[in-house]
């Protein structure tokens, strides 16, 4: 079975500080995975995502995440982050058919003007 | 549509009512997903229909929970009997078809409170 494993559960951060949020994976297929954010009142966004090639993965509004296989992570990172960066942030993995998608569960980041 | 739609945005009903949820995918999208985001179990997988076929149920919590798609568009995420562990946001997802390279667009989610 596969499972997503995000250990900062919040977050609190000062703008233009960097960022880095953990996420751990347990599967064992062909590994796709995502980073989603959820604005305050918002859907579902998708940041990025993973499918092969280039391990660093450059996605929306200045976040990348980088693919460790033998790590089995998925970090998501941001130099220097905006108040308009809070949100909650969720990374997720795929499953192989591409019909699954098991989330972590989640981080909130409060950015601090 | 521009995006996927869902509704009702809100609904509140009693225990032991059947309510329905309805999504709209995003047009031409073959691949509908249903998720739910809880408080105690964040968020979960629910069914996944390909045009009109839902070839895996084993998400749904109970046999309280059906859903149905027809005419490979609008779905529709039935529960029966509500309980109050059923209060959740409902989250309904659409991609062009179901592969890993299609990308899964969610919905606004319909808050579902049961009292």
């Known amino acids: 079975a596969q499972s997503v494993s995000q250990h900062n559960h919040h977050v609190i951060l000062s703008e233009a500080a960097s960022l880095e949020l953990g996420c751990n994976y347990s599967?064992?297929?062909?590994?796709?995975l995502f980073w989603y954010v959820q604005y305050p009142g918002q859907h579902l966004q998708l940041l990025l995502k993973?499918?092969?090639?280039?391990?660093l993965v450059k996605g929306i509004k200045g976040f990348e995440a980088e693919f460790i296989k033998s790590k089995f992570s998925f970090n998501l990172r941001k130099p220097s982050v905006q108040w308009s960066d809070t949100a909650e942030y969720f990374c997720a993995v795929l499953n192989n058919a591409g019909n699954m998608l098991t989330f972590g569960g989640g981080t909130r980041l409060m950015v601090k003007p | 549509g521009a995006g996927v739609s869902q509704s009702p945005s809100n609904k509140v009903t009693e225990k032991g009512k059947d309510v329905e949820l309805r999504c709209d995918p995003i047009?031409?999208?073959?691949?509908l997903y249903w998720y739910r985001q809880s408080l105690g179990q964040g968020l979960e997988f629910l069914i996944y229909?390909?045009?009109?076929?839902?070839?895996?149920k084993s998400g749904l919590p109970s046999d309280r929970f059906s859903a149905e798609r027809t005419g490979g568009s609008v779905s529709t995420l039935t529960i029966q009997r509500t309980q109050q562990e059923d209060s959740a946001v409902y989250l309904c997802a659409s991609s062009y078809r179901s592969s890993p390279t299609d990308t899964q667009y969610f919905g606004p989610g319909t808050r579902l409170t049961v009292l």
């Open positions: 599967y064992g297929g062909t590994v796709n």
């Open positions: 993973y499918f092969s090639g280039d391990p």
């Open positions: 229909f390909q045009g009109n076929s839902a070839p895996d």
């Open positions: 047009s031409g999208h073959t691949a």
